[in-house]
């Protein structure tokens, strides 16, 4: 933020040096990243009156002058400009004099005759005609004034001026503008803060009689305010306001647009003006723009809107893009009698995507991205309407009309005096905070230990005791914190919980299985969560939209890690990886309720997914259940899963009947949908609910040694019946000997019944302190057998 020295005093009297008011700034918060003399450099240049000419003795296209500089004396000057005359007062650059560029000027002779010094033009002294008329003029700078020979010409010409470059921090924009930054000088010097003029004289005309004005979407725009001038008079702006412009870099254009460009810089409050006569119908609406709806702004620049743009419109089309730009439909010109000003507040993050997806920047859009404030909008329009009658700039016409969704009161934050010092640590009275915040424009009533404060409608940042306290300590000054020992304290180790243990455990165990880990965005599109078909009245599909989304494919909070574990696969399958194998161990997000109330429920979950050559569900499968074995949990598996995953080629995962997943192929038409052409498969695991049985400690036993005894049972089962659940039964039935029990073979076909299978199982028995007895395995066959006979009707081949 720029701010000039001189600028600053117009509304708060500065009794002190630019160095010590940096500093000053800087101890409440605001750092002045430079403080710049623009005309440091220009040095040894005074006012001089030219008194009488003769042509030089040598040269006929130069002049020889004798000049009065006051104290320096009489002095002889050869030039060849053509465009002074005797009694004239201009600058003359001395003996050693500097002028803005850095250039040295020393006396010398011109064709054999003395000349001593130079006289300057505007550019010689970094000014133009925005800063002085005349300064652009290609010859000698002509003063104006009646000054007094000798005169510095920094002294003259007000060349002194300090510009203060200050880092405005993102939760203060009401300083963003020369009258915030005055409000912050006010207070931390105890002054007075001086406003400026904010009234008007208007004609007996209602300015609901020439234009009408709707707001169709007042959460983009929660104000807009709208008034008129008429019999306007275009002209150039006065002296002063061009200088003052000038100083932020701000070229001078006419009295209307610079009214705009210094209200904007004054107040903080970006404003445009329409060109009355331009807008169909009189009339303004505030709407978003209509898909493939296209304006052009003022510097020629075509660009075709979408829904997601705001536009102020006449009666039939785009006259500006809210927040960015006006059109050129509708811009003031030297033939403009009648204009309607606009100032308003758009919502910051509407503006800003606006501004970027359009690559269109301006001055307005970067302020509105920072914020502005309701309360401020009247203020710039009182303030412009004010310049418009000090420069007789047009005839102005009385009322506003002025939509406002925003409550216009002063927030009530109520807290006491104990709070605030134990926040801060150290000990402030009542009445220095009293004093403190009044100073920054507080209301304060003190009763006792209590403090309630109303905040002021531009200072949207202060919320609550802890803002006060901020507030406070930056005026009060953070040189006053003492350090002090800690009273009661304890020194702890660092380290891991035991959940971050775990975490850690989850990825070295998967990562050791040859899996990659991924990391992905906890956002994903909308239309995720339709493309898996995923069912509309389930907790997956409650999801949470966010207000303001990085783009449209990063929508919504995510309530299950299988969309981005997809989109992972398919970039790796687009870029002729054979074979792939992942894992993510990341959140996934669930309200409660819609709208939301309360903060989502947050989930860890593990997420596998791999395809190639080598890969099959029972891969998948073999992974989960080598995982479960790292953690001393056993996975049990049943038939069914997610409606994305292929019918039967799918099941989910439970421990102690509890489903803690579902393991499978992505189904056919899934497949096709997201574009594979080779079988996915995907495993999506609920953490939370696994940490609740992972082992807390390792147990060892002891290897047997004493020989083992193996045995292989055939069976004929119903073709429906699942392997999990024989498994089951096996374990269950074959006694305390039984070491494992697996499957390694199934068979279908003309030597087994119809509707009938063949299953192989491997049962291995042992003990720790002897050899079993060939009886005893016998007898634990029987059991198993006998079981299975009755629970399923198997039979052994």
């Known amino acids: 933020m720029l701010a000039p ?55 006929d296209k130069l002049n020889v002058w004798q000049i009065d500089v006051g104290e320096k004396g009489t002095l002889q000057i050869i030039t060849n400009a053509k465009n002074i005359q005797e009694g004239d007062l201009v600058p003359v650059a001395l003996d050693g004099a500097t002028l803005f560029s850095g250039d040295r000027i020393f006396n010398g002779q011109i064709r054999g005759v003395e000349s001593f010094g130079m006289f300057c033009s505007g550019e010689e002294l970094g000014i133009t005609d925005d800063y002085y008329p005349g300064a652009s003029v290609n010859g000698i700078l002509r003063l104006l004034e009646d ?129 009355r006569d331009k807008l169909n119908q ?26 997601e743009n705001l536009v102020i419109c006449d009666g039939d089309k785009p006259v500006c893009l809210a927040g960015v730009m006006g059109g050129l439909n509708s811009g003031i010109t030297e033939e403009t009698t009648s204009l309607v000003f606009e100032a308003a507040k758009f919502k910051r993050d509407n503006v800003r995507k606006t ?7 301006s001055e307005s859009s970067a302020r509105f991205e920072k914020g502005v404030d309701s309360y401020t909008t009247k203020l710039a329009m009182d303030r412009a309407l004010a310049l418009i009658d000090e420069l007789g700039a047009g005839e102005i016409l009385s009322g506003a009309i002025d939509y406002n969704a925003e409550k216009q009161e002063k927030r009530l934050v109520e807290t006491t005096v104990s709070r605030i010092t134990g926040l801060l640590g150290i000990t402030i009275s009542g009445v220095d905070m009293k004093e403190i915040l009044e100073r920054l424009q507080f209301e304060v009533s003190l009763n006792g230990e209590t403090l309630s404060v109303l905040v002021p409608e531009y200072r949207e940042d202060v919320e609550n005791y802890a803002d006060l306290a901020e507030e406070i300590i930056r005026m009060y000054g953070y040189d006053n914190i003492q350090g002090t020992m800690l009273a009661h304290a304890a020194i702890t180790n660092g380290g891991k919980t035991e959940a971050q243990k775990n975490e850690a455990r989850v990825k070295d165990v998967l990562s050791g299985f040859g899996l990659h880990e991924i990391v992905t965005y906890s956002f994903i599109s909308e239309k995720d969560y339709d493309k898996l078909d995923l069912d509309k009245t389930s907790d997956e599909y409650r999801y949470i939209r966010l207000i303001n989304p990085l783009g449209e494919d990063l929508a919504a909070m995510r309530t299950t890690l299988a969309p981005s574990m997809l989109s992972t696969l398919l970039f790796n ?39 190639g050559a080598n890969v099959d569900f029972f891969t998948l499968k073999g992974v989960v259940e080598e995982f479960g074995s790292a953690f001393g949990i056993e996975f049990t598996f049943a038939a069914g899963g997610k409606g994305y995953l292929h019918p039967t080629r799918c099941a989910t995962v439970s421990v102690n009947g509890e489903v803690v997943g579902t393991i499978g192929e992505l189904g056919p038409v899934y497949s ?115 079981r299975l006979g009755e629970k399923f009707g198997a039979a052994l081949r």
């Open 282 to 307: 009189s009339e303004l609406i505030v709407r978003r723009a209509k898909e493939g709806e296209t304006i052009v702004t003022l510097d020629k620049k075509e660009f075709t809107l979408t829904e």
């Open 355 to 361: 501004s970027r997806s359009l690559g269109q920047r």
């Open 147 to 275: 000054y007094k020979p000798g005169t510095p010409i920094k002294e003259a010409l007000g060349l002194d001026d300090i510009i203060f470059d200050i880092g405005v921090t993102s939760n203060r924009p009401d300083c963003q503008s020369i009258l915030g930054i005055a409000r912050e000088v006010a207070s931390v010097l105890n002054k007075p803060l001086k406003m400026p003029a904010m009234t008007y004289k208007t004609v007996d005309k209602a300015v609901t009689e020439v234009v009408s004005v709707k707001v169709e979407d007042t959460e983009l725009c929660p104000r807009y305010l709208a008034t008129a001038v008429e019999n306007i008079t275009v002209k150039e702006s006065p002296l002063w306001m061009r200088k003052r412009l000038f100083l932020v870099g701000i070229r001078g254009i006419n009295n209307l647009v610079d009214i705009t460009n210094f209200v904007l810089t004054e107040m903080g409050q970006p404003m445009h003006a329409f060109d």
């Open 573 to 611: 399958q687009n870029r002729k990886n054979a074979e792939v194998k992942l894992f993510e161990y990341a959140r996934t997000y669930h309200a409660k309720a819609l709208p939301l109330a309360e903060l989502p429920v947050e989930r860890n979950n593990i997420c596998i997914g791999m395809y």
């Open 672 to 786: 096709d949908r997201y574009g594979f052409d080779k079988r996915v498969y995907l495993g999506e695991l609920d953490y939370d609910k696994i940490s609740a049985y992972i082992s807390r400690k390792i147990k060892f036993k002891a290897i047997s040694r004493y020989p083992e005894s193996s045995v292989d049972i055939a069976l004929t089962v119903d073709k429906k019946v699942a392997c999990a659940d024989v498994l089951a039964v096996i374990r269950e039935s074959a006694g305390e000997y039984l070491k494992s029990a697996s499957l390694f073979d199934v068979y279908e076909g003309e030597q087994v019944e119809k509707g009938k299978k063949s299953m192989a199982f491997n049962l291995i028995f042992g003990s720790l302190d002897r050899t079993l007895e060939q009886s005893e395995v016998e007898s634990a066959k029987a059991n198993v057998l006998a």
């Open 5 to 59: 020295l001189r600028w600053l005093k117009d509304y708060v009297e500065i009794d002190v040096s630019a160095e010590e008011l940096k500093n000053k700034l800087f101890s409440c918060g605001f750092e002045v990243e430079e403080s710049v003399d623009m005309f440091a450099k220009v040095d040894g240049i005074y006012v001089a009156k030219l008194l009488s000419v003769e042509k030089h003795p040598n040269a």
